[in-house]
């Protein structure tokens, strides 16, 4: 299982759109890992997680091909996770020439996302080459090879945000963004599952914050829940991800790629960056 994240920034982006913040300035002038898109991720070639506005600009950049990806699961409605406009270029021939066996690319998500892609594309998805299904958390569901299970977060309710549970060929990714502490009823459902990878929302940085979004130290209580619950392997390799160039910036010094990777390393995380390659 290859993990491949495309964009690992919060909804504004790092450097901030609009931003003059000192770290804002400080990334454009480092560049490198200091640019971060809008949040989203591919396993192998063919599973898309969200839609972000970089999604496109991020697959160019990084050599991924759209065309490939035939499943696309969404997190939640947030419009840093979710741009149901751009899926109107699916439609053929209007906007794209495919095979005409080609299957419609399908999408999955909770409610909200239901209600987005049909408002932004009317009922008759088809039409776009889009297959919509909704998925209730809790309830495994397969996408082709893989087995992919949406579990509950608190994020922006009443909205039921998912974090993902992908496994295929014996390997297991946990991927989340925009997260609180997880819910004990996700913490029960992932009881006993040996996890590869896990990927965990990190947008406050160093500042404590528990809930809606997470910050490192509530990494490391994930973590260890995970370890009480028998989730964690020697090998499982977890991941800070989705940052705020609000919490970037501190008043003793920019939290760099560099100087953050160091931070966390010795409990066993690594920073997200556009870019970076898992593979299990
Ligand atoms: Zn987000
Ligand atoms: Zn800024
Ligand atoms: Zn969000």
């Given at each position: 299982?290859?993990?491949t ?8 982006a ?7 913040c000192?770290?804002?300035e ?10 971060r898109?809008?949040?989203g ?6 599973l898309?997680?969200?839609f972000?506005p ?11 091909r ?8 969404i997190t ?23 095979p005409d ?15 987005g ?14 297959d ?6 809790y309830v495994p569901?397969?996408?082709?090879d893989?087995?992919v299970t949406?579990?509950?977060?608190i994020?922006?309710?009443?909205e ?14 946990l ?12 913490f029960?459902?992932?009881?006993g ?17 528990e809930?809606?979004?997470?910050g ?6 994930v973590?260890?829940?995970l370890e009480e619950?028998?989730c ?8 800070s ?25 010795p ?11 898992i593979?299990?």
């Amino acid at each position: 299982m290859k993990l491949t994240y495309i964009g690992t920034a919060a909804a504004e982006a790092v450097p901030a759109l609009f931003c003059e913040c000192s770290f804002c300035e400080n990334a454009r002038k480092r560049g490198g890992k200091e640019l971060r898109r809008r949040s989203g991720a591919i396993v192998n070639n063919d599973l898309l997680i969200d839609f972000s506005p970089d999604t496109y600009t991020g697959t160019l950049s990084l050599g991924i091909r759209l065309n490939e990806v035939k499943y696309v699961i969404i997190t939640h409605s947030h419009s840093d996770h979710f741009c149901p406009h751009e899926l109107e270029f699916r439609r053929a021939p209007a906007f794209c020439i495919l095979p005409d066996d080609r299957a419609p690319l399908k999408v999955y998500g909770n409610r909200n996302i239901e209600a987005g892609i049909r408002q932004a594309l009317g009922d008759d998805l088809a039409l776009h080459g889009i297959d919509f299904t909704y998925v209730p958390p809790y309830v495994p569901f397969k996408a082709g090879d893989y087995t992919v299970t949406p579990l509950s977060v608190i994020h922006c309710l009443p909205e039921d945000a998912y974090i993902y549970l992908i496994e295929k060929d014996g390997k297991r990714l946990l991927y989340g963004n925009d997260t609180g502490v997880f819910p004990e009823k996700t913490f029960d459902y992932l009881k006993g599952i040996k996890l590869d990878i896990v990927s965990l929302d990190c947008t406050m940085g160093f500042r404590d914050c528990e809930t809606g979004h997470m910050g490192f130290s509530a990494n490391l209580k994930v973590k260890n829940r995970l370890e009480e619950n028998g989730c964690v392997k020697d090998d499982t390799v977890f991941i800070s991800h989705h940052f705020s160039h609000n919490s970037l910036r501190e008043p003793d010094g920019d939290w760099t790629y560099e100087r953050f990777s160091e931070k966390v390393k010795p409990y066993g995380f690594i920073m997200s960056y556009d870019g970076l390659v898992i593979e299990k």
